[in-house]
Nanobody, 117 residues
């Protein structure tokens, strides 16, 4: 049974920081590429960061230089450190496995990030 549980979201002012966590279970996490996605109201879900099993990272242009993805295989957890947050970062953030031919495990509930004064 695959489970993806996101946490760490909240309300933060512009310029602030948050660290999101994704606890994964039910699959071989250590060999899986993982990604963080976000979905804002009225918009499609978009990939914002990806990390391979070997630690190679990729970021959407909109978050480069501000977000950092990392993983702890011993804890089956992937993280997203978000700095210099902007109002346009407001969204529900999700994690999932990458590199499965466009297929995804069942999505978790996500965690809400709201950037506002």
């Amino acid at each position: 049974q695959v489970q993806l549980v996101e946490s760490g979201g909240g309300l933060v002012q512009p310029g602030g920081s948050l660290r999101l966590s994704c606890a994964a279970s039910g699959f071989a996490f250590s060999i899986a590429a993982m990604g963080w996605y976000r979905q804002a109201p009225g918009k499609e879900r978009e990939l914002v960061a990806k990390i391979t099993s070997g630690g190679t990272t990729m970021y959407a242009d909109s978050v480069k230089g501000r977000f950092t993805i990392s993983r702890d295989n011993a804890k089956n957890t992937v993280y997203l450190q978000m700095n210099s947050l902007k109002p346009e970062d407001t969204a529900v953030y999700y994690c999932n496995r990458e590199n499965l031919g466009g297929r995804y495990y069942p999505w978790g509930q996500g965690t809400q990030v709201t950037v506002s004064s």
